[in-house]
C-alpha cells in the first residue's frame, strides 16, 4: 500500500518555528522527487518546496525561500520541512506528495498536475 505519511503540524506563535516529516513508504522512493505543498481555506494548493531524492537537487517557493528547509534523511526514508520564522499567512494543510517524473522546480512551480502519489495533510496554525 502507497502512503506519504505527513506529521508535525500544530500551533505555533508568528516567528515561532516547526519541523514536518513525510514518511513514503509501498514505492522506491530514491527515484521519486518529494514535494511539500499547502492549502489554505478557501484558496488554491500551493507548492512549497521540492527535493530530487535521487541527485538531492531542491527548490522553494519565494515565499517561503528563506525561511523553509527541505531535506531528506534516505536511510530513514523521511523528507523534512523546517519552517522558521512562521507568519500567520502560513496557516494551511500541509501536504507531501510524490512523483517519478518531475524535477524539483517543476513539482512546486507546476499548477493541475495531478502527481503520482499525494499523502494526508497535518494542519499548521500560526497565531499572530
Known amino acids: 500500500e502507497v502512503q506519504l505519511q505527513a506529521s508535525g503540524g500544530g500551533l505555533e506563535q508568528a516567528g515561532g518555528s516547526l519541523r514536518l516529516s513525510c514518511i513514503p513508504s509501498?514505492?522506491?522512493?530514491?527515484?521519486?522527487?518529494i514535494g511539500w505543498f499547502r492549502q489554505a481555506p478557501g484558496k488554491e494548493p500551493e507548492g512549497i518546496s521540492s527535493?530530487?531524492?535521487?541527485?538531492?537537487?531542491?527548490y522553494s517557493a519565494d515565499s517561503v525561500k528563506g525561511r523553509f528547509t527541505i531535506s531528506s534523511d534516505n536511510a530513514k526514508k523521511t523528507v523534512y520541512l523546517q519552517m522558521n520564522s512562521l507568519k500567520p499567512e502560513d496557516t494551511a494543510v500541509y501536504y507531501c506528495?510524490?512523483?517519478?517524473?518531475?524535477?524539483?522546480?517543476?513539482?512546486?512551480?507546476?499548477?493541475?498536475?495531478?502527481?503520482?502519489?499525494r499523502g494526508q495533510g497535518t494542519l499548521v496554525t500560526v497565531s499572530s
Open positions: 527535493i530530487s531524492i535521487k541527485d538531492g537537487s531542491t
Open positions: 509501498g514505492f522506491p522512493f530514491t527515484t521519486y522527487t
Open positions: 506528495a510524490a512523483d517519478r517524473f518531475l524535477t524539483a522546480q517543476a513539482m512546486v512551480v507546476m499548477t493541475g498536475y495531478v502527481y503520482d502519489y
